[in-house]
């Protein structure tokens, strides 16, 4: 992917330190419930949900976004639900097909039914 | 209508935050928090980058707390909406919001939440029903509970 994609910044403007557990996504992640955030190269990046307000620290550095939200991973890289909540960066279901590709490409599997959009 | 009001103070008696949600009565399905019509956002910055922070930057840290709370601790969302944000804060104090928020949600769900702490920052909440009224009822959770974490 050689074109940038659009981005906004964070609502919380802090220059976080990335977190260290942050990586971008792979199937040898074990299940469970994750946050993510799209950079502007269109790599997903995840951060499993062990506490709230993460979204923020994924990139870290204030970095803006190009789509955010959380997903429910089951073995072996599939992705059972798929949202577009994040109180810090609050993009719409439009990001959903853009996140969609970009997990397939990095090797995920999303399930079909996945996608639970949240509506302003 | 439940509503619950979350108070936050640390312990430096300087930061301090306060916030008021409610449940919507006929939750429209995965929907983004709503503010009230008539909104109170009252916060003063601290520092350089928190008094450029606006309603918008507030409410976001509220915003990740309910979802935390909603989805990861209760297992269900429920439809919410803001009626007052007011504080004294710093930029880098958006975490004690989104405590505020877990504990709102926790509150309006009626869930424990003595596991959930919030290091530095002492936590006062009350809570109403706009169908009873707490005082006449008798209902002990109307009355203001307490709790440093």
Known sequence: MTEKLPTRPPLDAFPYQRHANSRPFATDMGPGVYIYVQDENGIVHVLAETEGHLHPKVLGGGTPAAAAGGMKLEAGGVIVELDNYSGTFQFGPEILPQVREALERQGGKVAPAAERPFDH | ?149
């Open chain 2, 1 to 149: 209508m439940e509503k619950v009001t979350v108070e936050l103070r640390n312990e430096d008696k300087l930061r301090w935050l306060r916030v008021t949600l409610s449940l919507l009565e006929s939750p429209p399905e995965n929907r983004y928090p709503v503010r009230a019509s008539d909104v109170v956002c009252e916060v003063i910055g601290l520092d350089a980058l928190a008094k450029s922070y606006n309603i918008d930057n507030w409410e976001s840290g509220l915003m990740s707390g309910l979802s935390f709370g909603f989805r990861r601790l209760i297992g269900s969302w429920r439809a919410v909406q803001f009626g007052e944000i007011r504080g004294a804060l710093r930029a880098a104090d958006m975490e004690a919001l989104s405590w505020a928020g877990t504990i709102a949600a926790l509150e309006l769900a009626q869930k424990d939440r003595s596991e959930f702490s919030t290091p530095g920052w002492s936590v006062t909440v009350s809570r109403e029903s706009s169908s009873q009224s707490p005082l006449l009822n008798g209902d002990p959770r109307s009355s203001e509970l307490s709790k440093s974490l």
